[in-house]
């Protein structure tokens, strides 16, 4: 690069930094018409699934289509939360994630912090077959796992969905919260000592107190998961009594051999909402979070 | 006295690291007990129990490579799932990865508002699920669908979607890029830690902005790609809730994709064994592909402090 930098001396053509900025202004606007333009196509799927919500079965299968309802039914939302026991499936949704997240986070800081700051014989190796099963994928492991949890009689539980994440919570989140905590002075650390912290009191009140955003950030990773988790429950619930949102949802598919999309497409708008709630309060954490360790949740 | 210190010293030394090897296993213990009883244990036991037929009632029986060999020349949908699986890896990632790209560089540009516009595109792919499956499934309805409704704009007849076989896999990549926002932010970060001086000496040169992209961008952030690549491919081979959801599979068996009918097989029908001879094979692939990428990452990702002529 240096050496290219020598043909700086050359004499540049007239003009050139108007020329440049005539091609910055129109390269800006060519972005940006780009960009109004892929916004509304990311936009439509949300603003379809809104106007079907609020349409009346019948104006669903009119053509042309109609784009906005004639009347806002707002009584689809009370009749879907009616047709597909909501109420029910949204506390145990409820239960699941509280005790999922709840789990995730406390237990992937620990181990975290464990991989950021203590020395162990041993710590390198675990250190890489943490990160190789971020690789592994989760089928090889489905079978046995079912095998497991149906020995334990946890078929029908939420043990199977709730007792792993108190085990690490997952190897990202571990791994996420690792980059995080090294980025915390070690000097810190010494202090506490000195105070007379031992490694618990330094994880409990030094480092957690200190890692509020990136906490945060796995937490809302560990409620996207838990929260919209199929498989799981898909395996490990039988009884209609015990489902989760996710699955009740994809049971009103088909209500007497007809599909009543506004009706689904309510539930699913009621379904979506925490998640878009939680987006909206933590995305500055998470999008600092992702930036971090350059990987997606 | 000093004789005294330099014999207390060690000793401490040794028990401070004694405690903080066993706070280390302690703190870790979640993690390590996970690891063994839910993910190491497991493979093993399913390696095992891939050369048996077990089918949950009754006891399992050592059949030797009998599943292996039905999965191989007896099994005509195993090649179908793997044909649908990747051929829906290659359309999602490629196409997914570009586009991911391609965003993240407008997202690079100085616009305003260009908060809000990052938060569009990034939004979609922190939902997912059920609920996507679903408004999707509505979106691709080729009647009463906003896709072919808008296509019917242009004069375009759209095809069937998802009740077509020939269209079914397109559609699910279709839908794949409404979750690339993941990827973009990460190269969106790439994008942001690239130095200027790279692109004002490159301008001092004469580069032109493609010149500029392919000279300066794209090695810098091929690290980045690199990864994105692997976690992509990873990820879409193991395509699962939307095929449940949205087509069981169908129609033909036109989206039977590996992992479903992997469901299918071990779940649906308790066939054990098979299913796990069915995830090993999987493991097996992946390991291969990322292998075979990771083996050819030295060819075209560059890492900064390297020479290249």
Known sequence: MSAKLTRYSKPHRTLFWANRRTARLLQRAIATVLILAGAVVFLIPFMWMVRTSLMHMGEIFLLPIRWLPAQIRWHNYLEAVQAIDFGLYFRNSVFVTAFGVAGSVLTSSMVAYAFARLRAPGKGLFFVVLLSTMMLPYVVTLVPVYLLFRSLHWLDT????????????????????????????????????????????????????????????VGIFSFYGNWNDFLGPLIYLNSMDNF??????????????????????????????PCLVLFFAGQRFFVQGITLTGIKG | MARETTFAWPQIKLRFRHRETIAFYVLASPWLIGF??????????????????????????????????TMFFHDELIWQSLRVTATYSVGSVMVGMVTAFLVALLMNQKIPGIHVFRTIYYLPSSISGVPVALLWMWIFNPEFGVLNTMLRWFGIQGPQWLFDPHWVIPAFVIMSLWGIGGGMVIFLAALQGIPQHLYEAAELDGA??????????????????????????????????????????????????????????????????????????????????????????????????????
Request: charged share 10%; with cysteine.
């Open chain 2, 36 to 69: 063994l009883a839910l993910t190491l244990g497991p493979m093993l036991t399913s390696f095992a129990i891939s050369f048996m037929r077990y089918e949950v009632i009754t006891p399992p029986e050592f059949i030797g490579l009998a599943n292996y060999r």
């Open chain 2, 208 to 309: 032109g902005v493609l010149s500029k992209l392919f000279n300066v961008t794209i090695p810098m952030i091929s690290p980045v790609i690199l990864f994105n690549l692997v976690m992509s491919i990873i990820g879409s081979m193991q395509t699962f809730t939307q095929a449940f959801v949205m087509t069981k599979g169908g129609p033909a068996n036109a989206s039977l994709f590996y992992v479903l009918y992997l469901y299918q097989n071990a779940i649906g029908y308790f066939k054990m064994g098979y299913g796990s001879a069915m995830a090993w094979f999987l493991l097996v692939i992946i390991l291969a592909l990322s292998g075979l990428v990771l083996r050819s990452s030295p060819l075209w990702v560059y890492y900064e402090g390297e020479m290249r002529g």
């Open chain 1, 158 to 217: 939420y043990a199977p969905l709730i007792v792993p994440q108190w085990l690490g919570g997952g190897a990202f989140y571990v791994f996420m919260l690792r980059q995080f905590f090294m980025t915390i002075p070690m000097e810190l650390d010494d202090v506490a000592k000195i105070d007379g912290c031992g490694f618990f009191g330094i994880y409990w009140r030094l480092i957690l107190p200190l890692s509020k955003p990136a906490l945060a950030t």
């Open chain 1, 244 to 273: 989760t949102l996710p699955l009740g949802l994809s049971f009103f598919v088909n209500i007497r051999g007809m599909t009543y999309w506004n009706l689904l497409m309510a539930a699913s708008v009621l379904v979506l909402i």
